[in-house]
């Protein structure tokens, strides 16, 4: 079959089982939009912003597991994609991002919209490759997406010069089988020497914990994770990456760890004897000061990237490979050994942890306030969604206070469930993520959790909502002030608040998204929560906008004392520190 | 911390030394020295086809070569970094 390099890129695609390309057309793309416009496997989704499109696209494959995949234009439309892409690598979220660029003889001119996207996007993405001829685009996109998917996920930029897509110039279209990269093996199984290493760790610990985060996800290991740990009932935290892959409910789930981590994680990390670290890199909103984490812990470092193992804190027992491979031949290994585990011996442990929790837990019950003379508490009203999505929406979030309390309120009990920017820190990740999320599943709950800040950052996309009737729901959390930058004002600042408020110059957020097309409602008053949310939720076709005033004083704690603490050193209050 | 020299075979193709030289930048370590040569002589790189189970052809790889002054663990950390790299064959610190 002979076709033009546009149509055998869209084929090559097709091929790749994509469903959604996320994108934005402009002049080095047309040939590749031309393509689009005369099929119908693809559905394209047109954004507002290049930076929505990438982080629908990074929200779609966190949901899914699936590579999200964006188009773009050259120039401008390259650089605003670069956020997106960032954000996807810091979180090895799998993305193929498709960039324009101006023709092969124009490359270096400094053309019109000419950028150097592969150099600008080098350090940020998994690998990159610019087109060098039609016949060459199919064995590029195959690589591409293997690339994308396998070893650690992350994203990979396809640079394509205009006349390499143009349509009056016909190549041979083979799609290729399968590929072989003889550079690129990323390790699969674990070695077994190491995982019987491993074994006798866990039987000899007296003070383990289970320390999961976003790699096991990205491994799609969580039922492993689930039968591991009815063999050994050890107290497991997660870090922000790694919440749902174990269940928030269950008796075990100690809760978030690091930064905004509670007391008992914290506390059992600090004092464990054993850390069993499962697709998770000890980043330093976990650690705290290396040198003083953890100082009694052996360490059991499940990875499948070598240079995230012992590139912070230094594993004892290192087990490279697909995590949930490993933990498969780890279960294995152990049914051999039940007869050795003794569950008497952890004992003390888990009451020591039970203890923790006790004196210093979080207030789950919050929401049950709804007195008019205390202002409303942002901790409650992520409790209120909880309670009245049954824990089983999608929840996006922004970055921020409000991206804290969701991850510390919200239960999440199934992995892919929270999708937010850990690792970059992203605000304006929200609204666009949530989008993804609701093409891969439409007739689920998704949630947008955030903040007055955030949601400006990508509040174009509300343009998108209408087009495509997404009936997502969006809680503003407005303290009428950048939260989480006021806190550290506040706890390090001496209390100057430099540029983190607007001086009453915000949207009247009602009116705007009305604007937009979509359902919106305010609330101020604790005796109004509860109904308003339950009726902003109880409308199914529609996206509703419910912008919740919040107590602007409030902090969240637990918080780490940094610079120079360690996991124990937390403030718990404004003015309580242990 | 000594100075150390690393040997990297990477496929030759364009950009691929630029990730490399990029990633030293990014990740905050220094270079000393680099060399980059085309490899001609395949019949002396038997050890590295034997390790890696393939075939090389004449100026289808590089050998890079870089000088830096670094401690053990961080050489590792590079090593393990330079490894990652798609393009990369092989790197390892230079026998003495």
């Known amino acids: ?578 | 911390m000594m100075q150390r020299k690393l040997s990297v075979i990477l496929e030759n193709k364009p950009g691929a030394l630029a990730r490399i030289v990029g990633l030293f930048h990014q990740r905050g370590y220094n270079i000393e020295s680099l060399h980059v040569d085309p490899v001609k002589d395949v019949e002396n790189y038997k050890d590295i086809e034997e390790l890696l189970n393939i075939t090389l052809k004449e100026n289808e790889v590089s050998r890079l070569i870089i000088t830096t002054t670094v401690s053990d663990t961080l050489l590792r950390q590079i090593l393990r970094q330079i490894n990652k790299l798609i393009d990369v064959l092989i790197a390892q610190e230079e026998s003495k």
């Open chain 1, 1 to 578: 079959m002979k076709l033009p390099g546009n149509d055998i890129l869209i084929q090559s695609l097709i091929n790749e089982g994509v469903e959604y390309i996320f994108g934005y057309p402009g002049g080095a793309a047309l040939h590749i939009y031309d393509a689009i416009f005369n099929q119908n496997e693809i559905e394209h989704i047109l954004v507002r912003h290049e930076q929505g499109a990438t982080h629908a696209a990074d929200g779609y494959a966190r949901a899914t597991g699936k590579p999200g995949v964006v188009l773009v234009t050259s120039g401008p439309g390259a650089t605003n994609a670069i956020t997106g892409i960032a954000t996807a690598f810091m979180d090895s979220i799998p993305m193929v991002v498709l960039s324009g660029q101006v023709a092969t003889h124009l490359i270096g001119t400094d053309a019109f919209q000419e950028t150097d996207m592969i150099g600008i996007s080098r350090p940020i993405v998994k690998h990159s490759f610019t087109v060098e001829s039609a016949d060459k685009i199919s064995e590029v996109i195959k690589q591409a997406f293997f690339i994308a998917t396998s070893g650690r996920p992350g994203p990979v930029v396809i640079d394509i010069p205009k006349d390499t897509t143009a349509p009056d110039k016909l190549f041979d279209f083979v799609l290729p089988e399968s590929t072989n990269i003889r550079s690129y093996n990323p390790p699969v199984e674990p070695e077994i020497k190491q995982i019987k290493r491993a074994v006798d760790a866990i039987i000899d610990a007296e003070k383990p914990v289970i320390y999961a985060g976003g790699g096991s996800i990205n491994s799609n290991a969580s039922e492993e994770l689930i039968e591991l740990n009815k063999i050994l009932n050890f107290p497991v935290t997660n870090t922000l990456m790694g919440l749902g892959v174990y269940p928030a409910e269950d008796i075990r789930f100690m809760g978030m760890l690091g930064m905004h981590g509670t007391y008992q994680s914290n506390m059992a990390m600090h004092n464990a004897d054993l850390i069993i670290a499962i697709g998770a890199r000890f980043d330093d909103r976990i650690t705290n000061t290396p040198d003083l984490f953890a100082p009694h812990a052996k360490i059991i470092h499940f990875d499948v990237d070598q240079s995230s193992i012992s590139k912070i804190i230094e594993a004892n027992i290192a087990i490279t490979g697909q995590v949930k491979n490993s933990l498969k031949v780890l279960i294995d290994e152990l049914n051999k050994k039940t007869n050795m585990i003794e569950h008497t011996k952890i004992k003390p442990w888990l009451t020591q942890i039970d203890e923790w929790t006790d004196q210093h837990g979080l207030n789950h019950e919050l929401y049950k306030e709804n007195s008019d003379t205390s202002s409303i508490l942002p901790q409650a009203v992520v409790q209120h969604v909880y309670q009245i999505t049954n824990g089983e929406a999608y929840v996006t979030s922004d970055v921020g206070q409000h991206q804290m309390f969701a991850a510390q309120y919200y239960h999440f009990n199934k992995p892919r469930r929270w999708i937010n920017s850990g690792g970059l820190g992203t605000m304006g990740f929200g609204l666009p993520a949530a989008m993804g999320v609701k093409f891969a599943f439409p007739n689920d709950e998704v949630v947008c959790i955030t903040g007055e800040g955030s949601i400006q950052m990508c509040i174009q996309e509300l343009s998108t909502c209408k087009q495509y009737n997404l009936p997502i729901k969006i809680i503003n959390i407005n303290n009428e002030a950048l939260g989480m930058v006021k806190q550290w004002q506040d706890m390090n600042y001496g209390g100057r608040h430099s540029e983190s408020t607007y001086q009453s110059s915000l949207p009247d957020f009602v009116e705007l998204v009305e604007s937009y097309g979509h359902k919106a409602f305010k609330v101020e008053k604790n005796s109004d929560l509860k109904s308003t949310l339950e009726k902003a939720f109880s409308i199914r076709d529609e996206l509703v906008f419910v912008d919740v005033y919040v107590d602007p004083e409030e902090h969240v704690y637990p918080m780490l004392v940094a610079p120079n603490g360690s996991l124990k050193d937390m403030w718990l209050s404004k003015d309580k520190k242990v």
